[in-house]
């Protein structure tokens, strides 16, 4: 397996993991206008794991960007 097959990989479930985050902490905002709670005691609130989504996604346009630049650099990139 190469690099960019396992760099590939952690990107796709680094992306996943940070919309689900953010699924969470929208129906989170829902049920704490009803009074109810979805995380687990109550430990984190939408606010927080909305953080968690943007490191998530952080990771994901960093190796986003290492790609890219791994592409120019081989020459596979479209000429201008």
Not at 4 to 9: A, I, M, S
Not at 14 to 21: C, K, M, S, T, Y
Request: hydrophobic fraction near 55%.
């Amino acid at each position: 397996m190469t690099m960019e097959k396992v760099l590939t990989g952690a990107m796709r479930l680094l992306f996943i993991i940070a919309f689900g985050l953010l699924a969470i902490a929208v129906s989170e905002v829902f049920a704490n206008a009803f009074g109810y709670t979805i995380t687990l005691r109550g430990n984190y609130s939408a606010g927080r794991l909305l953080e968690f989504a943007i490191v998530c996604l952080v990771f994901v346009v960093t190796l986003l960007l290492r790609q890219i630049r791994n592409q120019l650099n081989r020459g596979s990139g479209r000429p201008s």
